[in-house]
C-alpha cells in the first residue's frame, strides 16, 4: 500500500513539471507542441505570417546564412520566398514569392487572407500594404492603399473592421522611433480605403510594441524608443514599460505599467475567452548592454507568458513559453528551442502559434511552437 501510495506521488509530480507528453508539453494554463520546421537551415526573424483558407502561410523575413553572426561578418540576407502548411500535412512547401525580399511589417488575418503592412529590406521602408490570398492552388497578392510614410517595425491591430497601427521606423538610419497613429476602414471598398491619421498616444515614440485587442479597443504595449546624442554614431535604445489603450469614441488613456519591458514579443497580443491579454516573452533590455560581450552565450529572451486582466487593471504571470536549451546551444543554436521575438502571434486551428522568430540577438529559429489551452 505504501508503495502504491508513493508511486501515485511521483506521478503527480512528473505531471506538474511541465513534462514531455504524448509530444506535448504542458506548462501552465498552455500545453506547448512544435509543427513541422519551416524548410530553411536558419530560419527567419521579422516575417509576414497568418491562414488563408486553412493554411498557415510565412513569408519574408531576414537572416543571416548558416554558420555566421553579424559579430563575425555575417551579412544580414532578406528573403521573399512564401511557404505554406496545410492543417493535416507534415511538411511545408513553396508556395510562391512577396513582390520583393522584405520583412519586418505589420501581418494580420481579414477576411480569409492576410495583411502585409509596411516592411523594410537593408536599403529602405516601404508605405507598401499588399494582401495575400492562398486556396492551395492559386496565390494571389493585391495592393492596398499605402502608407503615408514609409514605416517598419510598427504594430497594429483589427477593431471593429477598422485596422489600426501605431509606431515604428521610418528609415534603416533612422535615429528617432515614431509617435504615429494610423486606421484604415477595411469595409471600404478597395479603391475608397485611405489611412487616417489620429491623435496618438500620450508616452514616448517607440517601435517593436505589442499591440491588442479587448472588446472595442486598442492596446499599445511596451516597445522601445530610440535615444541619441549629436556625438552619438548609433542610438541606444530605451526599454519602454508603459501600455495604453484607445477607444474611438473616447481616445486614450493610460493602464497600469508592465512588470518588465516586453519589446519585439510576438504581435498582436492574444485576447482570451474572458477578454485578457496573452503576451509571450519579449525583450526586457536587461542583457542589452552585453551582447557583444555574450554573443553565443546569450541566453535568449524572457519566457514568461504576461496575462492582463482589464477588470483589475493588473498583469499577472500564466506561465512560461516551452524552450529546450541542448548543450550545444551557444554554436548550434538550431537543435535548441527557444522563446521567439520579432515574430508574429497567428492563431490558427484553435491554437496559438508563434512561428520562427529571433531565438537571440544575431541568430534565427526555424522552429514553429504552438499553444492550446488545457
Same mark, same amino acid.
Given at each position: 500500500?505504501?508503495?502504491?501510495?508513493?508511486?501515485?506521488?511521483?506521478?503527480?509530480?512528473?505531471?506538474?513539471?511541465?513534462?514531455?507528453?504524448?509530444?506535448?508539453?504542458?506548462?501552465?494554463?498552455?500545453?506547448?507542441?512544435?509543427?513541422?520546421?519551416?524548410?530553411?537551415?536558419?530560419?527567419?526573424?521579422?516575417?509576414?505570417?497568418?491562414?488563408?483558407?486553412?493554411?498557415?502561410?510565412?513569408?519574408?523575413?531576414?537572416?543571416?546564412?548558416?554558420?555566421?553572426?553579424?559579430? #563575425?561578418?555575417?551579412?544580414?540576407?532578406?528573403?521573399?520566398?512564401?511557404?505554406?502548411?496545410?492543417?493535416?500535412?507534415?511538411?511545408?512547401?513553396?508556395?510562391?514569392?512577396?513582390?520583393?525580399?522584405?520583412? @519586418?511589417?505589420?501581418?494580420?488575418?481579414? *477576411?480569409?487572407?492576410?495583411?502585409?503592412?509596411?516592411?523594410?529590406?537593408?536599403?529602405?521602408?516601404?508605405?507598401?500594404?499588399?494582401?495575400?490570398?492562398?486556396?492551395?492552388?492559386?496565390?494571389?497578392?493585391?495592393?492596398?492603399?499605402?502608407?503615408?510614410?514609409?514605416?517598419?517595425?510598427?504594430?497594429?491591430?483589427?477593431?471593429?473592421?477598422?485596422? @489600426?497601427?501605431?509606431?515604428?521606423?521610418?528609415?534603416?538610419? #533612422?535615429?528617432?522611433?515614431?509617435?504615429?497613429?494610423?486606421?484604415?476602414?477595411?469595409?471600404?471598398?478597395?479603391?475608397?480605403?485611405?489611412? #487616417?491619421?489620429?491623435?496618438?498616444?500620450?508616452?514616448?515614440?517607440?517601435?517593436?510594441?505589442?499591440?491588442? /485587442?479587448?472588446?472595442?479597443?486598442? @492596446?499599445?504595449?511596451?516597445?522601445?524608443?530610440?535615444?541619441?546624442?549629436?556625438?552619438?554614431?548609433?542610438?541606444?535604445?530605451?526599454?519602454?514599460?508603459?501600455?495604453?489603450?484607445? *477607444?474611438?469614441?473616447?481616445?486614450?488613456?493610460?493602464?497600469?505599467?508592465?512588470?518588465?519591458?516586453?519589446?519585439?514579443?510576438?504581435?498582436?497580443?492574444?485576447?482570451?475567452?474572458?477578454?485578457?491579454?496573452?503576451?509571450?516573452?519579449?525583450?526586457?533590455?536587461?542583457?542589452?548592454?552585453?551582447?557583444?560581450?555574450?554573443?553565443?552565450?546569450?541566453?535568449?529572451?524572457?519566457?514568461?507568458?504576461?496575462?492582463?486582466?482589464?477588470?483589475?487593471?493588473?498583469?499577472?504571470?500564466?506561465?512560461?513559453?516551452?524552450?529546450?536549451?541542448?548543450?550545444?546551444?551557444?554554436? *548550434?543554436?538550431?537543435?535548441?528551442?527557444?522563446?521567439?521575438?520579432?515574430?508574429?502571434?497567428? /492563431?490558427?486551428?484553435?491554437?496559438?502559434?508563434?512561428?520562427?522568430?529571433?531565438?537571440?540577438?544575431?541568430?534565427?529559429?526555424?522552429?514553429?511552437?504552438?499553444?492550446?489551452?488545457?
Amino acid at each position: 500500500m505504501f508503495r502504491s501510495f508513493y508511486c501515485l506521488i511521483l506521478i503527480m509530480v512528473i505531471i506538474s513539471c511541465g513534462c514531455h507528453e504524448n509530444g506535448a508539453y504542458k506548462n501552465g494554463v498552455l500545453q506547448w507542441s512544435q509543427l513541422p520546421q519551416v524548410p530553411d537551415p536558419v530560419g527567419f526573424a521579422g516575417t509576414f505570417a497568418g491562414t488563408s483558407h486553412d493554411y498557415l502561410i510565412v513569408a519574408g523575413g531576414a537572416n543571416f546564412p548558416a554558420g555566421t553572426r553579424p559579430w #563575425s561578418g555575417g551579412v544580414k540576407q532578406w528573403n521573399d520566398k512564401i511557404f505554406a502548411l496545410y492543417k493535416d500535412d507534415s511538411t511545408w512547401k513553396e508556395i510562391g514569392a512577396l513582390p520583393r525580399p522584405m520583412g @519586418y511589417g505589420i501581418s494580420l488575418d481579414w *477576411n480569409d487572407g492576410i495583411l502585409l503592412i509596411g516592411g523594410a529590406d537593408q536599403a529602405q521602408h516601404y508605405t507598401t500594404v499588399y494582401f495575400l490570398k492562398y486556396d492551395g492552388a492559386s496565390l494571389h497578392i493585391d495592393t492596398l492603399a499605402p502608407l503615408p510614410q514609409p514605416l517598419a517595425n510598427s504594430c497594429g491591430a483589427i477593431v471593429n473592421k477598422t485596422l @489600426y497601427m501605431a509606431g515604428g521606423l521610418s528609415s534603416p538610419s #533612422s535615429k528617432e522611433t515614431e509617435k504615429i497613429f494610423l486606421s484604415l476602414a477595411l469595409d471600404q471598398p478597395p479603391e475608397k480605403q485611405a489611412w #487616417s491619421r489620429l491623435q496618438p498616444w500620450p508616452g514616448e515614440s517607440r517601435m517593436l510594441c505589442v499591440a491588442g /485587442v479587448i472588446n472595442d479597443e486598442f @492596446y499599445l504595449i511596451s516597445g522601445t524608443s530610440l535615444e541619441a546624442t549629436a556625438t552619438d554614431s548609433i542610438p541606444k535604445r530605451k526599454y519602454l514599460t508603459d501600455a495604453y489603450a484607445f *477607444n474611438a469614441s473616447g481616445g486614450w488613456r493610460k493602464i497600469k505599467d508592465l512588470p518588465y519591458p516586453v519589446v519585439a514579443a510576438p504581435t498582436p497580443a492574444y485576447t482570451t475567452i474572458e477578454n485578457n491579454l496573452l503576451i509571450f516573452g519579449g525583450d526586457d533590455g536587461s542583457l542589452a548592454d552585453q551582447n557583444a560581450i555574450l554573443k553565443d552565450k546569450h541566453p535568449g529572451f524572457r519566457t514568461e507568458v504576461l496575462d492582463y486582466d482589464p477588470a483589475k487593471n493588473e498583469w499577472n504571470i500564466a506561465g512560461h513559453i516551452f524552450t529546450d536549451k541542448q548543450p550545444d546551444a551557444g554554436q *548550434n543554436p538550431g537543435r535548441s528551442t527557444w522563446a521567439p521575438v520579432t515574430t508574429p502571434l497567428v /492563431v490558427w486551428d484553435n491554437s496559438i502559434i508563434l512561428p520562427q522568430g529571433e531565438a537571440r540577438p544575431g541568430v534565427r529559429t526555424n522552429r514553429v511552437l504552438k499553444a492550446i489551452f488545457k
